[in-house]
Nanobody, 129 residues
């Protein structure tokens, strides 16, 4: 059973940066498609980014394009989400999700929650002055 753990959240001022990380104890994530989602209070969960099997297979929600970058790190063991120029509307709990590449390796449905089998508990990101 894949257990995902997110880290790197926190409080940051508008315009600031954070780097979120997703890892799984005892597993390398290089065999998984990964999605990052966020949920703000009173709002539906939103898929903000995903990464598939190929290095160029990345997708972003329009609301975060140019400000978020998803990448595999630590030799593929983890997946990072670099966030810059953060805005108050980015405040949310951020979750990573995974599905084995054998079941899904693309990005067309990578920002849909139903694509994924495994989910982390989330990390809070608060953007406020």
């Amino acid at each position: 059973q894949l257990q995902l753990v997110e880290s790197g959240g926190g409080l940051v001022q508008p315009g600031g940066s954070l780097r979120l990380s997703c890892e799984a104890s005892g597993f390398s994530l290089d065999r998984y498609s990964i999605g990052w989602f966020r949920q703000a209070p009173g709002k539906e969960r939103e898929g903000v980014s995903c990464i598939g099997s190929s290095p160029g297979d990345r997708d972003y929600a329009e609301s975060v394009k140019g400000r978020l970058t998803i990448s595999r790190a630590n030799g593929g063991k983890t997946v990072s989400l670099q966030m810059i120029n953060l805005k108050p509307e980015d405040t949310a709990v951020y979750y990573c999700a995974a599905i084995h590449l054998a079941y899904y390796s693309g990005i067309s449905y990578g920002r849909l929650a139903a694509t994924y089998e495994f989910w982390g508990q989330g990390t809070q990101v608060t953007v406020s002055s």
